[in-house]
């Protein structure tokens, strides 16, 4: 009897949850969620015998290591800045550990600890960072493999809805991950490389310098540059690379309305607005209009040389930015009252279904020809409690802990799935699932 | 004999210690200028029997209280940071202290204590801040006065080259104070109020949103907004307001072209670029421009919907961002980048003059009559040592001292020139040094 230990049951553990459960009884697994809300763990486990809860709080020391000394893997759906306490106490208690977050610094200097120990502390495995490395791996050894040299690399992803979710919704958006964070997206400075130069897109540019992406049989997309596409240039060991580039996905039409609200300041967090209460939701967004006669509507067309009848236009107005309704805050920073406002159209409702895109494109030279292979991947959401991103953040992971328990990962030490050893198993149950790229050569 | 103690023998000092050394002899004082730098004080002070050197250094604590108990009086010009220090050492010491600084919350907390022991702790008593309360408040006053309620309040002030100076500079600006300050300029959302409605304006709107002003014999300006406007509303008693907006002024044309470099993002100061020693400026200020064809100059005409011939393009080429002359720096920010390629052809040279132009418009209502007054104070340097900059920081200070010293100023405690008591005698003197404001009815 194995016992592997989930740490966070929030919205995207379901898929992991269900996947290890399911699983258990083949391999003689026990399947313990560890949170602070008894009744979230409680949700995901059902009445299946395998599963069990158990309270976890990373600031209670003691009864943390408890937990993770019973497992024999540990995959956490914590916080990010939670993983180098959680990995602390893996290294103590001689406990692998799998996550789907960025490797940060101090998790990436327990390396040669982890590796002595014979310990795997996998990072970077679930959509986006995750799929996108194993995919990107898989498709750049292929082409190295036969002789191809890659000039360019472009990788874009984003959790969107599905095209008959919300068909009244001109945004083509809702929050099916952290609202924050989709407010707050861009706020630093974008590197990336393009033709060999080093390239910099400042947050107010970000929106309006966008990459336009065809996905077959879903239309068109157009993407944002992420914050820093440099890196991934060791990452992916592509160090003659011209153009690198990672960015988000949006429908298309979402940038030049989100434009709006970032040139006009409105998704700013650097101070508080106070005596919110009695304020409506046009009376704030008018704060940081110029003065002058005319509608909001009006004056934000004219402002941005926009036709009065522009489609961004129809955007913010679907929201209830130009509406005398009460904003329903006492106060917040003007990026607290975007996320507040935008919340009340953007949730996902019970029917709603969520759509992942992601979306390679890799140029490489074989002798003197250019060619292009240009790879997507769609996973729509089986329910409001399935989502594709629950699918495809906890999916990988899952997988993970199955190979790493059924002695199928050999590897040890902080890795990321950009080894064949660990992203071919992965994907090709991945493929099993229905999780997979599209090819196609040009 | 009374014992004057100057705090800092920078480029702001000169008109200031000219003034006391000059006044010196009449009134029995001697004249102290505390710096690290002996040159730099020297260089203030001349031969003039009735100055001193002493080295100070606010890190010597034993030395500096030594310094400091010795005057009767402390003007300090020294980093704003710092006067919490100096004030600890001068409330210990119990001695009067001067300065041209914000007000801190550190400051602030010291007025019980320096009112009970009868010392003054004046500041923002130089320009902006320190001429622009005391005219300010001289005519609100005079409105007040003779029944009319305020409506609106516009300040501007700018610190700019006088119009005979440097005449192929298309920008018309040059560096006469922080240069880092400068390039920084705007970086945080400006708050003011606008007929009755706050408004914000974010960094990258800040120089495209801005106001004109015209000042008779001196031509057209263009102001950009401050960081905050609306804490004026309070410090000049205008509760009832509808429109408050303190702001920056240039000369007609330097914001459309220096709003280039802020969307481009060139003034970012939050990441490093490396490996800067064989990169050409125009490669340099490419970074921030999409990849396209056609030379760097028509691709930001293209960028910005600009004529080839454009003005604001005129500038960046004169100031050198489109030349293929090394950078000469090994790394940097971007904005510590630009700063040193301003400096190449923005640093006054010792034939140039700088000018200063402060104006305030104000609407007020008597009975059913609207009425507007503008008033507008200019001054040029005398020289590139007597710095109009330094003549309108230093010659206030300099006044304040005089009348503290010969007891006409009764008021104690942590104050800012908003008093008339303080700012009646201390404008007379300045209109008789020929700075003052001249003021049109409408």
Redesign the interface.
């Known amino acids: 009897m194995k016992t592997i230990l989930v740490l966070g049951a929030g919205r995207s553990s379901s898929s992991l949850i269900q996947y290890l459960l399911h699983n258990a009884p083949v391999y003689g697994w026990k399947v313990v969620v560890g949170d602070v809300s008894e009744k979230a763990a409680r949700e995901k486990i059902g009445h299946n015998p395998a599963g069990a809860f158990t309270p976890f709080d990373i600031n209670h020391v003691v009864s943390s290591a408890q937990s993770i000394g019973s497992a024999d893997v540990v995959i956490s759906l914590l916080p990010a800045f939670l993983h180098p306490q959680v990995a602390k106490i893996c290294l103590d208690q001689g406990k692998h550990l799998l996550t789907a977050s960025y490797v940060s610094t101090d998790i990436q200097l327990m390396h040669e600890k982890a590796k002595s120990a014979g310990l795997l502390f996998l990072n970077e495995c679930g959509l986006d960072p995750g799929i996108d490395h194993m995919t990107a791996m898989q498709i750049i050894n292929r082409i190295k493999q036969k002789g191809g040299q890659i000039e360019s690399f472009e990788s874009l992803t984003g959790g969107l809805i599905a095209p008959r979710t919300d068909p009244e919704n001109p945004w083509r958006y809702k929050f099916t991950w952290n609202p924050r964070n989709v407010v707050m997206a861009g706020q630093?400075?974008a590197?990336y490389l393009?033709?060999g130069?080093?390239?910099?897109?400042?947050?107010?540019?970000l929106f309006s310098?966008t990459t336009r992406v065809e996905v077959p049989g879903f239309g068109v997309f157009e993407g944002y540059a992420n914050r820093d596409s440099l890196q991934y240039i060791d990452t992916y060991a592509l160090q003659n690379i011209n153009t690198m580039l990672r960015g988000t996905l949006r429908y298309e039409g979402f940038c030049s309305a989100w434009n709006i609200l970032v040139?006009?300041?409105c998704c700013?967090d650097?101070?508080i607005?106070d005596a919110l209460e009695n304020r409506s939701q046009a009376?704030f967004f008018?704060?940081?209009l110029?003065?002058g006669p005319g509608t909001i509507r009006k004056r934000v067309a004219s402002l941005f040389n926009l036709d009065d009848n522009d489609e961004a236009l129809d955007k913010l107005e679907w929201s209830g930015f130009f509406s005398d309704d009460l904003i329903g805050l006492e106060k917040g920073s003007?990026a607290q009252v975007v996320e507040h406002i935008l919340s009340k159209r953007w949730t996902l409702k019970p029917d709603d279904l969520d759509l992942i895109v992601m979306w390679h494109r890799f140029t490489y030279r074989i002798g003197n020809e250019l060619k292009e292979t240009r790879a997507s991947l769609t996973c729509t959401g089986e329910s409001a409690t399935h989502t594709a991103m629950a699918r495809t953040v906890g999916l990988p992971l899952a997988i993970a802990a199955k190979l790493l328990l059924t002695e199928k990962l050999s590897r040890r030490g902080v890795q990321i799935p950009t080894l064949p050893e660990i992203y071919e198993p992965i994907l090709a149950e991945l493929d099993s699932l229905g999780i997979r790229m599209s090819e196609q050569e040009f």
């Open positions: 630093s400075t590197k393009e033709n130069k080093l390239k910099y897109i400042p947050y107010h540019q310098r040139q006009l300041g700013d650097s101070f607005v009376d008018e704060s940081f110029p003065s003007p």
